[in-house]
Structures are given as structure tokens and as C-alpha cells.
């Protein structure tokens, strides 16, 4: 069976840092892109960086350009993502998804899986 599984989520001060992980099984992990994704209240689903198979091409949007760092791990099947330098905005349900070949694209409709969620909150 196919699943996603996020962790690493939580509370944070602003200027902190969080890991989040997406532990996969019931696919070929290095065959596919890995993509994160976040959804603010109110806020449609927004790409935040993706990952090719391979782990050689890799997106950021530029909201996070520079603070945040995606990686993949193709023989623990898990993909990561550091977050450093959080600030309030990247408040957020945070998402990993699964593209079902290997290529990275910033469009959600594009992945066709999907885990469940970790919440991020940035607050002082």
C-alpha cells in the first residue's frame, strides 16, 4: 500500500528551525519526484519545493529561496525538509507529495499522492 507520512512539524519561535520528514513505502521511492507543499487558512495549496528522482534538479518558490532546504534519501525512502529562518507567514499545513514519474513541477495537480499533513506554527 502506498503511504506518505509526515513528522517533524510543531511550534517555533520566529527565526527558528524545523525538519519536517515524509517517510514513504509502497513504491519505487527513486523512480518519482518528491514534492512539498503548504496551506495556509484561507489559502489555496502553495508548491514549496520539489525534488527530482534523482535528487540533481531541485525548486524552490521564492518565498522560501534561501531558508529552506529539500533532500531525499533514496535508500531510507524519505524525503526531508529543513526550514530555517521561519518567519510567521510560514505558518502552514504542510504537505509531502508524490509525482508518479520523475520529473519536479510546482502545480499540486501534477502529484498524485499525497500524505496527510503536518502543522508548522510560527509565533512568538
Known amino acids: 500500500q502506498l503511504q506518505l507520512v509526515e513528522s517533524g512539524g510543531g511550534l517555533v519561535q520566529p527565526g527558528g528551525s524545523l525538519r519536517l520528514s515524509c517517510a514513504t513505502s509502497?513504491?519505487?521511492?527513486?523512480?518519482?519526484?518528491i514534492g512539498w507543499f503548504r496551506q495556509a487558512p484561507g489559502k489555496e495549496r502553495e508548491e514549496v519545493s520539489c525534488?527530482?528522482?534523482?535528487?540533481?534538479?531541485?525548486h524552490y518558490s521564492d518565498s522560501v529561496k534561501g531558508r529552506f532546504t529539500i533532500s531525499r534519501d533514496n535508500v531510507e525512502n524519505t524525503a526531508y525538509l529543513q526550514m530555517n529562518s521561519l518567519k510567521p507567514e510560514d505558518t502552514a499545513v504542510y504537505y509531502c507529495?508524490?509525482?508518479?514519474?520523475?520529473?519536479?513541477?510546482?502545480?499540486?495537480?501534477?502529484?498524485?499522492?499525497w500524505g496527510q499533513g503536518t502543522q508548522v506554527t510560527v509565533s512568538s
Open positions: 525534488i527530482r528522482a534523482d535528487g540533481r534538479r531541485i
Open positions: 507529495a508524490l509525482r508518479l514519474i520523475r520529473y519536479c513541477s510546482v502545480s499540486a495537480a501534477e502529484f498524485q499522492h
Open positions: 509502497g513504491f519505487t521511492f527513486n523512480y518519482n519526484a
